[in-house]
C-alpha cells in the first residue's frame, strides 16, 4: 500500500515507455466493441433530423411540439428542455441525455476494461514487467477513450453539419466530453475497489445519479437553469445548447472536469501498488456456513440486488417528490392546461406522469433481470460451476437458486420503486404499488427469454442483452416518435395496461405470465439436457 | 471387486472433433487409477462425461454402478472432483468454499479438514481471488481429501504445487487408497503415476491404447540390456523380438520385447557374459511410445 514509502519515482519521461504501444492493443482488443457502441450510438443520433421532419413536417407542426413539451415536466425530466425549434435543435434535445448516458457508459467500461480489469486478472503483472512505464497503462485507457470519444465527436458532427456547423460541432464536442467526464471519473473509482465489476457498478450508479439529477433539475424549470440540472455532467450537455445559441463556455466544464478527475487518478494510481486498491479486501472466515447452492446464489448476487434496491427506492423517491410540482408547472400554460384538462384534469396529468415514471423503471427492471439471469453464463464460463455441479447438485437446482434471485428480485426492486414513490408522494399508495408491480409480467418475459437463450444457446447467451436493449429502445424512443404498432407490439411492456389511470388488463398480463413462464421452463429443459460449456 | 468406474465405446463429438473415439476405462474399487494421455487425448473429455457434464453420444459409461447422465445427483454425493484448473468466487473466503462443497457432497471430516489445511498450509481466511495458482488447487485437494466419498476424481491435481506440497498429495493420495477409497488420477507427472498408482490406462486421440498394472505394462514392451562378453555374440541378431542391436566387440546393447528377454539370455550366456544390466521400461518410456506420432498405432491386449 505504500508505494511511495522510499519517495523514489522514475524519471517523467518513462513513466509513459510503452504506452503507444499498450493503446494499439487496447484498441485491437475492442475493434469490435468500440465501432457497435459508437455505430449505434451514432446511428441513433443521425438518423434522427430524418425522422423529425418526417413526424413534424412543418415549423408550426415543430413549434406545436416545442410548446407541449416544454409545458409538460414529465417529458422534461425524461428527455431535458427544448430550446429551439429548428430540427437540429430538436435532435439535440431528443437525443442527447440518451446519447450522453451511452456515451459515458462505453467510457466507463472502456477505462474499467483497460485498468482494473487488467489488475484483477493478473494480466496486468505481465504487462506491468516489460518496458512499460508506471502511468502507461492507465493512460492507454484513458486514451481509447478518447478515441471512442473522439470518434463519435466526429461523426456526429460531420452527420450533422447540414443542420448547421456549429451545432452539429457543439453537441459532438459535448457527448465526448460527457464521455471523458466519466471515463475519467471511472478511472478515479477503479483506484478503490479490487473488484472491476465493482468499479464498473460503482461508476454506473454515477451515471445514474448523474441522469436523476438531470430530470430532477429539469422538471423543475424548462430552461435547465436549476441547480440540480447544473451538477450533473449530462445536464451541461443541454446547458450547452446545440442548435440554439451555443454557449461553448460549458465545454470548460467538461474539459476542466476531466482534466482535475484525470489528475486525481494519476495521483491516486501512483500511490499504490499494482493489483491492490484503496479499499482492500480484507480477510473472510476460515470455516463457512454456505450449504446449498441456492445460499451460495444469494451469496454471489446479494451485493448487486442490495444495489440495484436502493437505486431503485431512490428513484421511486425522487420522481414521487416530483410529481406535485409536474401538475403545477403545466398550470401555467394555457394550451397545455386545455389538452391535460381534456385527457381528465389534474388527476389525469399526474396519472400520466406516474404511470411514464414506473413504465420507465420497469424497463430498467428488465436490465437488473438480464444481468441476474447472466450470473449462470458466467459461472458456467469462468469454469467456476463446473466443480460446482460435480457436488451432489442438480443443474436445475443450481439454476433456480440464481433464478430467484432474478426474477423474485426484479419483484423486489420494483416493490420498493412502489415504497419510494409512497414515500415521496404519499398519496396513492396503493395504487401506486399496483402499477409497480403491474410492470413485472414484461420485466419477466424478457428474463424468460435470457433464460431461454442461456439454456438452449449458451453462445448466444449475451444476446439477451440485445434483447433488453431494443425493449428499452422501443419503450423509451418509440411512443415519442410514433414508431408503427408492429414494433411497439414487439416489446412485452408495450401490452402491459397504463397503470395508474388506466383499467388493468388481466387477459395480457395474464398471457405475458405465460409466456415468461414457458420461456423459462423452455430454457431449463435445455439446459439440463445440453453439455456443459467450459 | 465391483468396479468402481466403466466405460465402453465412449464417442463424443463437438462439432467435427471427435474428441472420444470409442474410449474404454475399467476402475476397480478401490485402486488409484492413473489416467495417462497428451494433450487433447480426451482426459478431461472422458472426466467430464463421468462427472455428467457432457452427455456421451454413444457408449456406456457407469460410475458407481450408476448412469452419470441420468443419476448425476445420487453419483456426485459419493465423489469428490479436483479440476486441473480451479477458479474461486472472488469474495469467498477458501475455507467457506471448502465447507461448502463439503455440504454438497457426502459430508465432511471436521478433524481430517483441519488436519489438511495444516498439512497443506492453506490460510482458509484468505478470498478467492487471492489465493495463488497453487493454492487455489489447495482448497479444492482439501475440500475433496476431507470429505465423506468413495470415489475421488482427480483432473491434474498437482498443477502449481511446489515439491513439497506435491509431497504432501502423494501421501494423502495413499492415505485414501488405506481407507479403502477409489482414485482415479489425470496425471502428467509420470513419477507421481509411478509412485501411486496400481493400475494405468494410456489414451492417445480418444482411445484407450494400453491398460494394466505397471508390472502388465512393462511386460508388453522392452527391456534394454548392455552386456560385456568373454567372446563375440552369436545369433543374437535372428533372434524373435531384439531391435536396436549394437555390437561393438565384445559389448552388447539391445532392446529386447520384454516377453522374449529368455532367449536373448540365453545366447548371451552362450558366449560367457562377464557384466550384464537390464533395465525394465520406464513409465516415459511407454509413454513416449505411445505420444510420438511416427510410432505406429497398435491396440495392446487388455
Redesign the interface.
Known amino acids: 500500500m505504500t508505494a511511495t514509502a522510499f519517495g523514489v519515482r522514475p524519471a517523467g519521461s518513462r513513466q509513459l515507455a510503452g504506452t503507444a504501444t499498450l493503446l494499439r492493443f487496447a484498441l485491437r482488443r475492442d475493434r469490435l466493441m468500440i465501432p457497435v457502441w459508437v455505430g449505434v450510438n451514432a446511428l441513433m443520433i443521425l438518423s434522427m433530423p430524418n425522422t423529425l421532419e418526417n413526424l413534424y413536417a412543418s415549423p408550426a407542426d415543430r413549434a406545436n411540439l416545442v410548446q407541449d413539451t416544454a409545458a409538460n415536466a414529465s417529458f422534461r425530466a425524461l428527455i431535458g428542455p427544448v430550446f429551439d425549434d429548428s430540427i437540429g435543435a430538436l435532435t439535440a434535445w431528443r437525443v442527447g441525455v440518451y446519447a450522453g448516458a451511452l456515451a459515458a457508459v462505453l467510457s466507463m467500461l472502456l477505462v474499467v476494461r483497460h485498468t482494473r480489469d487488467e489488475e484483477?486478472s493478473g494480466r496486468q503483472e505481465l504487462v506491468a514487467s516489460g518496458m512499460v512505464g508506471r502511468r502507461a497503462s492507465l493512460t492507454a485507457a484513458l486514451l481509447t477513450a478518447v478515441v471512442a470519444n473522439a470518434v463519435l465527436a466526429l461523426l456526429v458532427t460531420a452527420g450533422l453539419a447540414g443542420q448547421g456547423t456549429a451545432g452539429a460541432l457543439a453537441l459532438g464536442l459535448g457527448l465526448a466530453g460527457v464521455g471523458m467526464v466519466f471515463a475519467t471519473l471511472a478511472a478515479i473509482v477503479a483506484q478503490f475497489t479490487?473488484?472491476a465489476r465493482l468499479a464498473r457498478g460503482l461508476t454506473a450508479g454515477l451515471v445514474g445519479a448523474a441522469f436523476v439529477l438531470r430530470a430532477a433539475g429539469d422538471s423543475a424549470s424548462d430552461d435547465g437553469s436549476s441547480v440540480l440540472t447544473w451538477v450533473s455532467p449530462l445536464g451541461w450537455l443541454e446547458n450547452l445548447r446545440p442548435f440554439a445559441g451555443e454557449r461553448w463556455w460549458v465545454l470548460l466544464l467538461f474539459a476542466g472536469a476531466a482534466l482535475v478527475q484525470g489528475a486525481v487518478a494519476y495521483e491516486l494510481a501512483g500511490r499504490r501498488d499494482v493489483g491492490m486498491s484503496f479499499l482492500p479486501?480484507r480477510?473472510?472466515?476460515?470455516?463457512?456456513?454456505?450449504?446449498?447452492?441456492a445460499a451460495?446464489a444469494w451469496?454471489?448476487q446479494r451485493g448487486s440486488v442490495l444495489g440495484w434496491s436502493i437505486g431503485f427506492f431512490l428513484a421511486g423517491v425522487v420522481y414521487g417528490g416530483l410529481t406535485d410540482g409536474v401538475a403545477d408547472l403545466v398550470g401555467d400554460n394555457d394550451n397545455a392546461r386545455e389538452i391535460f384538462e381534456r385527457m381528465g384534469g389534474q388527476a389525469g396529468l399526474t396519472d400520466a406522469f406516474l404511470a411514464s415514471m414506473v413504465g420507465m423503471l420497469g424497463l430498467i427492471a428488465a436490465l437488473y433481470v438480464v444481468a441476474s439471469v447472466l450470473r449462470l453464463h458466467g459461472e458456467e464460463t469462468?469454469?467456476?460451476a463446473?466443480?460446482?455441479?460435480?457436488?451432489?447438485?442438480?443443474?436445475l437446482r443450481w439454476a433456480s437458486g440464481h433464478l430467484t434471485i432474478a426474477f423474485g428480485g426484479s419483484a423486489l426492486i420494483m416493490l420498493l420503486a412502489g415504497l419510494g414513490f409512497a414515500v415521496g408522494y404519499g398519496k396513492e399508495v396503493g395504487p401506486i404499488l399496483g402499477a409497480c408491480l403491474v410492470q413485472l409480467p414484461a420485466v419477466w418475459v424478457v428474463g424468460g427469454l435470457a433464460v431461454l437463450l442461456y439454456g438452449v444457446l449458451p453462445r448466444a447467451a449475451m444476446g439477451a442483452w440485445g434483447v433488453a436493449g431494443a425493449v428499452l429502445l422501443i419503450g423509451w424512443v418509440g411512443p415519442a416518435l410514433d414508431a408503427p404498432q408492429a414494433v411497439l407490439d414487439l416489446s412485452p411492456f408495450g401490452h402491459l395496461p397504463k397503470l395508474p389511470g388506466g383499467g388493468m388488463e388481466w387477459g395480457a398480463v395474464l398471457v405475458l405470465l405465460v409466456l415468461a413462464v414457458g420461456l423459462a421452463a423452455a430454457g431449463l429443459v435445455g439446459l439440463r439436457?445440453?453439455?456443459?460449456t467450459? | 471387486m465391483t468396479k468402481a468406474i466403466t466405460v465402453s465405446g465412449l464417442h463424443k463429438s463437438f462439432g467435427r472433433t471427435h474428441a472420444l473415439d470409442g474410449l474404454d476405462l475399467d476402475v476397480e474399487t478401490g485402486e488409484v487409477h492413473g489416467f495417462l494421455g497428451p494433450n487433447g487425448a480426451g482426459k478431461s473429455t472422458t472426466i467430464?462425461v463421468l462427472?455428467?457434464?457432457?452427455?456421451a453420444d454413444s457408449g456406456g459409461a457407469q460410475v458407481l454402478g450408476r448412469d452419470p447422465w441420468a443419476d448425476?445427483?445420487?453419483v456426485?454425493?459419493r465423489?469428490a472432483?479436483?479440476?486441473g484448473?480451479?477458479?474461486?468466487?472472488?469474495?469467498?473466503?477458501g475455507?467457506?468454499?471448502?465447507?461448502?462443497?463439503g455440504?454438497?457432497?457426502?459430508g465432511l471430516d471436521k478433524g481430517r479438514r483441519a488436519e489438511l489445511i495444516e498439512r497443506f498450509e492453506l490460510d482458509?481466511?484468505?478470498?478467492g481471488?487471492?489465493y495463488s495458482k497453487g493454492n487455489r488447487q489447495k482448497v479444492?485437494l482439501v475440500a475433496a481429501f476431507a470429505s465423506d466419498v468413495d470415489l475421488l476424481?482427480l483432473d491434474e491435481p498437482t498443477s502449481g504445487l511446489d515439491p513439497l506440497m506435491e509431497e504432501v498429495f502423494q501421501r494423502c493420495v495413499e492415505e485414501e487408497r488405506e481407507r479403502g477409497r477409489t482414485v482415479l488420477l489425470s496425471s502428467h507427472i509420470l513419477s507421481e503415476v509411478e509412485e501411486l498408482c496400481d493400475r494405468v490406462s494410456i489414451i492417445r486421440k480418444g482411445r484407450t491404447v494400453e491398460s494394466g498394472s505397471l508390472a502388465d505394462l512393462r511386460h508388453l514392451t522392452r527391456t534394454n540390456v548392455t552386456a560385456e562378453l568373454a567372446g563375440p555374440p552369436n545369433g543374437l541378431s535372428h533372434l524373435p523380438g531384439v531391435h536396436d542391436l549394437d555390437v561393438q566387440g565384445m559389448r552388447v546393447r539391445l532392446q529386447v520385447d520384454t516377453d522374449k528377454l529368455d532367449a536373448v539370455l540365453r545366447s548371451l550366456s552362450e558366449s560367457g557374459v562377464r557384466s550384464l544390466t537390464s533395465t525394465p521400461p520406464t513409465l516415459e518410456e511407454l509413454f513416449l511410445r505411445h505420444y510420438q506420432d511416427d510410432v505406429p498405432e497398435e491396440v495392446a491386449a487388455r
Not at chain 1, 283 to 293: F, K, Q
Not at chain 1, 386 to 395: D, I, K, S, T
Not at chain 1, 529 to 532: A, F, G, P, S, Y
Not at chain 2, 95 to 101: M, P, S
Open positions: 484483477e479490487e473488484s479486501a480477510p473472510g472466515p476460515a470455516t463457512g456456513r454456505l450449504g446449498t447452492a451460495l451469496r454471489l469462468s469454469g467456476r463446473e466443480p460446482l455441479l460435480a457436488n451432489a447438485v442438480g443443474r439436457r445440453r453439455d456443459m467450459s | 467430464r462427472l455428467g457434464l457432457l452427455r448425476a445427483v445420487e456426485h454425493r465423489i472432483y479436483v479440476p484448473d480451479v477458479t474461486l468466487w472472488r469474495n469467498l473466503s475455507g467457506e468454499v471448502i465447507d461448502l462443497y455440504r454438497l457432497r457426502g482458509p481466511t484468505k478470498k481471488r487471492t479444492a476424481i
